[in-house]
Nanobody
Framework: QVHLVESGGGLVQAGGSLRLSCAAS????????MNWYRQAPGKQREWVAT???????NYVESVKGRFTISRDNTKSTVYLQMNSLEPEDTGVYYC????????WGQGTQVTVSS
């Protein structure tokens, strides 16, 4: 049973930082790629970042240089460090992984005020 739980969202002013966490269970965490997505109000869910089992990373162009995805296999947790936040980063952030199908956490709200 795959279960993902995000945390760390909140309200921050433009230019500020947040670190999101996603705790995973029900998978052999160390061999799975992990992903972050976000969904802004009225918009489609957007892929944000991926970290592979070998810790290679990829980011959507709009967050490159500002966001960093990382993982701690001893804690079965993936993180998203978000710096220099902009109002356009506002949305619900979800982590996900694949095991036969794509699994999603419940999301954590990030709100960036100008």
């Amino acid at each position: 049973q795959v279960h993902l739980v995000e945390s760390g969202g909140g309200l921050v002013q433009a230019g500020g930082s947040l670190r999101l966490s996603c705790a995973a269970s029900g998978i052999i965490f160390s061999v799975h790629a992990m992903n972050w997505y976000r969904q802004a109000p009225g918009k489609q869910r957007e892929w944000v970042a991926t970290i592979s089992s070998s810790e290679g990373t990829n980011y959507v162009e709009s967050v490159k240089g500002r966001f960093t995805i990382s993982r701690d296999n001893t804690k079965s947790t993936v993180y998203l460090q978000m710096n220099s936040l902009e109002p356009e980063d506002t949305g619900v952030y979800y982590c996900s992984t694949f095991r036969m199908r794509q699994y999603w956490g419940q999301g954590t709200q990030v709100t960036v005020s100008s």
